[in-house]
C-alpha cells in the first residue's frame, strides 16, 4: 500500500513534465543512482533507488570515461556535486542547499530530513515543485534550502540564501558561457552587484502586520514560512533565479524552449564592446535586475553608444552618440564612487522642451541598488539641449529646470542630483554622494533594435553640399558638427 501511494505521488509529479522531460529526469537520477537502466529499473522498483550527496562525490571518476550527448548531461549533473573542483557548474554552498531542499521532501510513511539518502520520488517532486509549481509548493523546499531545520528563520538566513542564489546565476551563466557577449572581464565586480541585489530582493521582505524590518533589525527578525511565501509570491526572481540554477547549474531541462521564457531576456545581448578593452559600469547581477525592469520589446539586446572612456569628456560627442538612436540606458559614476542613471524610452533629441514618457525610470546602482519610477506628478521625464542662450543646456530626466533628478551639464563633468527630499517626478532620492557632483565616467547603451530610420541617416548638409557652401560663405558654424558620427556596423558580440 505504502508503495503504491509513493508511486502515485512520483507519477503525479512526473506527468506534469513532457515526455522528453520526463526522459531527462529519469535518466539523470538513475545514473546518479546507480541503476543500469535496464529494463528491470524501468519498473516500480525503479523508485526504490537512492543517492547521496557522498556518493555523487565519489564517482567523479567516471567524469573522464563518459562520451556522448547523454554522458555530457550526467557529466554536468555530477560536477554539479562536486565539492573538488573549483572549476564546478554551481558553487558548493548551493549545492548542498539543493540536497538539503530534496531531503525536505515528505514521502508517506517516511519522515523528511532524516534520512541522507534522497529517494527518486523525492528528486522527481523537488523538480516538479520548484520548476513547475506554484508559491506554495516551493515554500517548503526552499525554507529547507534556507535552513536545515524547521520553524521560523531568522533574516540573516535568508539574506545568506540570498545572496548564494544570485551568486549562483552568475556564476552558472559564467559557466555555460550564457553571457551572451557580457564576461567578467568586461563587467566591474560582480561581488558587489551580488549583495546589492540581494539587498534589493530582501528589503520586499515584510512581516504579517506589513512592516518590512530594515538593516540590523532585519537580520535578526525572525519569519516564519507564511511570511517567506509571500515573498517569493512577490517577488518572481527568487523563482526565476531557482529555475536557472537548477536548468542550467544541473543541466536539467535546460533546452525545452516553450519552459525557458521567463530566463530568455534575464540576460540581455551585449553589443558594442569586443575588442575595445573597456570595463562597464555594469555588473552582471546589476544587468539583470535592470534589464527586468525594461519594456519586454526592448530587453534582448543592449548596445554601447557612448562612453566617456573611449570617445572623450564631450557633450558634443555625447549628444553625437545618442541622439536618434532610440530608447537607452544612461549610467553615471561620481568623484566618491556612486553609480546611478536613467532610462530614457524615447531617442533623445537636441531641443528646450521635455520628451519621453511614463515608462523613463531613474535607478541607483551603488551603494544600493533600486529603480525609481514615475508618480504622475509632471511629465518631465527627460531633457536634451545644447546652445541655447535662454534655456539650460545639459542632460536631464526628473524634476525640473535647476533642479532636475538627475542632470549633466553641457560644460561635460558637471551635473546634479537634488531631491528634497525627493525628486517629483520619479519620487527618486538624492543619487550622488553629493547634490552638486563631478562625473567621473558615463556609458550610454542603446536598448532593444536600434530604429531603422535612423541607420544610415545623413544631415541635411551632406545631401545638399550647397547648403554647406552657402552657410560656409555666410560666415556660419556647422552647428551639427560633432552631433553625430559614422554608423557603426553591428558587430556580433558573443
Not at 573597456?278 to 544587468?287: C, G, K, N, R
Request: hydrophobic share 35%.
Amino acid at each position: 500500500k505504502m508503495g503504491n501511494a509513493e508511486s502515485n505521488a512520483y507519477h503525479n509529479h512526473l506527468s506534469r513534465f513532457l515526455p522528453e522531460e520526463q526522459t531527462d529526469i529519469d535518466g539523470v537520477f538513475d545514473t546518479l543512482s546507480g541503476s543500469s537502466g535496464s529494463a528491470g529499473g524501468k519498473n516500480a522498483k525503479a523508485t526504490k533507488k537512492t543517492m547521496t550527496l557522498a556518493a555523487l562525490q565519489a564517482r567523479q571518476s567516471i567524469i573522464h570515461d563518459t562520451s556522448g550527448i547523454y554522458s555530457s548531461l550526467i557529466k554536468c549533473v555530477l560536477c554539479c556535486f562536486s565539492q573538488a573542483h573549483t572549476r564546478e557548474a554551481l558553487p558548493e554552498p548551493m549545492t548542498v542547499r539543493l540536497y538539503n531542499g530534496m531531503k525536505s521532501i515528505d514521502l508517506p510513511g517516511k519522515s523528511s530530513g532524516l534520512s541522507e539518502q534522497i529517494a527518486k520520488e523525492q528528486f522527481v517532486i523537488f523538480m516538479s515543485d520548484l520548476l513547475k509549481g506554484n508559491a506554495d509548493e516551493k515554500i517548503t523546499i526552499i525554507m529547507r534550502m534556507i535552513s536545515k531545520t524547521e520553524g521560523p528563520v531568522k533574516g540573516k538566513q535568508i539574506q545568506e540564501f540570498t545572496e548564494d542564489l544570485v551568486m549562483s546565476v552568475v556564476h552558472v551563466l559564467n559557466y555555460r558561457k550564457e553571457l551572451k557577449g557580457w564576461n567578467l572581464e568586461n563587467t566591474r565586480d560582480s561581488a558587489s552587484g551580488i549583495k546589492t541585489l540581494a539587498s534589493q530582493l530582501l528589503s520586499e521582505l515584510k512581516l504579517a502586520d506589513g512592516t518590512k524590518p530594515v538593516g540590523p533589525q532585519l537580520l535578526e527578525t525572525s519569519f516564519n514560512p507564511s511570511v517567506i511565501e509571500d515573498w517569493v509570491y512577490r517577488v518572481p526572481q527568487i523563482s526565476v533565479f531557482l529555475s536557472v540554477v537548477i536548468r542550467q547549474g544541473l543541466h536539467v531541462l535546460h533546452s525545452i524552449p516553450d519552459q525557458t521564457n521567463d530566463i530568455l531576456n534575464l540576460v540581455p545581448r551585449c553589443k558594442g564592446m569586443k575588442g575595445r578593452g573597456l570595463v562597464s559600469l555594469f555588473d552582471i547581477p546589476t544587468i539583470i535586475y535592470i534589464n527586468s525592469h525594461l519594456p519586454a520589446e526592448l530587453q534582448h539586446k543592449w548596445q554601447l553608444l557612448f562612453s566617456s572612456r573611449l570617445h572623450g569628456e564631450s557633450f558634443s560627442q555625447l549628444c553625437g552618440h545618442i541622439v536618434n538612436k532610440g530608447p537607452c540606458i544612461v549610467i553615471l559614476k561620481d568623484l566618491d564612487g556612486f553609480l546611478f542613471g536613467g532610462f530614457a524610452s524615447h531617442s533623445w533629441e537636441v531641443k528646450p522642451q521635455f520628451q519621453g514618457d511614463n515608462r523613463c525610470f531613474l535607478f541607483s546602482v551603488f551603494p544600493s541598488l533600486a529603480v525609481y519610477t514615475y508618480t504622475g506628478y509632471n511629465d518631465h521625464f527627460m531633457y536634451l539641449n545644447n546652445g541655447q542662450q535662454t534655456m539650460p543646456n545639459g542632460l536631464g530626466m526628473g524634476g525640473q529646470h535647476g533642479y532636475f533628478g538627475l542632470w549633466i551639464d553641457s560644460d561635460y563633468g558637471k551635473g546634479h542630483s537634488k531631491a528634497k527630499p525627493r525628486c517629483t517626478t520619479y519620487n527618486s532620492p538624492q543619487l550622488s554622494a553629493k547634490e552638486d557632483f563631478t562625473l567621473d565616467a558615463m556609458e550610454v547603451w542603446a536598448v532593444g533594435d536600434v530604429p531603422e530610420s535612423t541607420k544610415g541617416k545623413k544631415s541635411i548638409l551632406d545631401v545638399d553640399p550647397q547648403a554647406q557652401a552657402l552657410l560656409e560663405m555666410a560666415g556660419k558654424s556647422r552647428q551639427s558638427e560633432g552631433l553625430r558620427e559614422p554608423i557603426e556596423e553591428d558587430e556580433d558580440d558573443e
